[in-house]
């Protein structure tokens, strides 16, 4: 039988607190590290090489999830290399942000790797790394706030088969934990590029030979279908409840709308990107 650890059963516990904290954005941001619970995103981590730096696992149900791991994963707990902490169920009843807990929190650090902030510099001239290959096929979005939004987009863009996100400064953060929690996992190595001006973003796939296309009902707007849409194109997917700025359309080469059936006004943000990232790059 394995020795655990002693098991924490404080609240202030120093592990506790910080995953705790790490429900706020500047917490995760200072520290770079963000959590997530549930045994299918710690086996996704694990296999996507998430570098984690301790789980916390609840002390009742510790033997059934590594269990679970190693059956449906194929993940054995001593494969793990990170820390695992046991911890009291009426603690970590307390953390967990799951309806019905798991049984395990994992803290992580923040994937710089496929993660990045871009400041577009016009005067320097300098090309951003979401330019450095005409073949990625590329979703933008502007202010998309809901982070289950977010994750459900990221999750149906490696499904459709997209390799890269742009979005504004102003869309929810992708280590939010309802984010994580949508994605499934795909975020943990999905290229996203966060930038200071998505307008000077989408000029500068256009100076490589790209269209970028508006996903809008503007005056000019063809309907989803009608156009073809060649390689190297891009799609671009507003706010839930406002759409794109129109500055944003402005800057796009074109507009296209999903035709709808009935007296449905839109489509969840969720939903439209689904279906225009099927008609831009999973139908090829």
Known sequence: MEILEEIITSGQNKYVSEARMLDDRKRR??????????????????????????IL???????????????????????????IIPVKKSVFEKISQEKSPEGV????KYIDKFHKFAIINKEENITPDFCSDNDENILLLESV????????????????????????????DIYNSKTVRASMGVLFDMKIDRVDSLADAVRQLQKRGRRVFAAALDEHAQKLGQTQILRGDCILIGNEGHGLSSDMISACDSSLYIPMRGDVE??????????????FFGKN
């Open 29 to 54: 941001d200072s520290s770079s590290i963000f959590r997530f619970d549930g045994i299918k995103l710690l086996c996704e981590a694990i296999k996507r090489g998430v570098e984690l730096e301790y």
């Open 57 to 83: 696992v609840c002390e009742d149900k510790y033997s059934e999830i590594f269990e679970k791991t190693n059956k449906i994963y194929g993940i054995k707990r001593e494969n793990i290399s990170c820390r």
């Open 105 to 108: 929190i994992c803290v992580a």
């Open 145 to 172: 706030r809901d982070p289950s939004n977010v994750g459900a987009i990221i999750r149906s863009a490696s499904a459709f088969g997209a390799d890269r996100i742009i979005m504004s400064a102003d869309c929810a």
């Open 266 to 279: 839109s489509l969840n943000a969720a939903v439209a990107a689904s279906v225009l990232l099927w008609e």
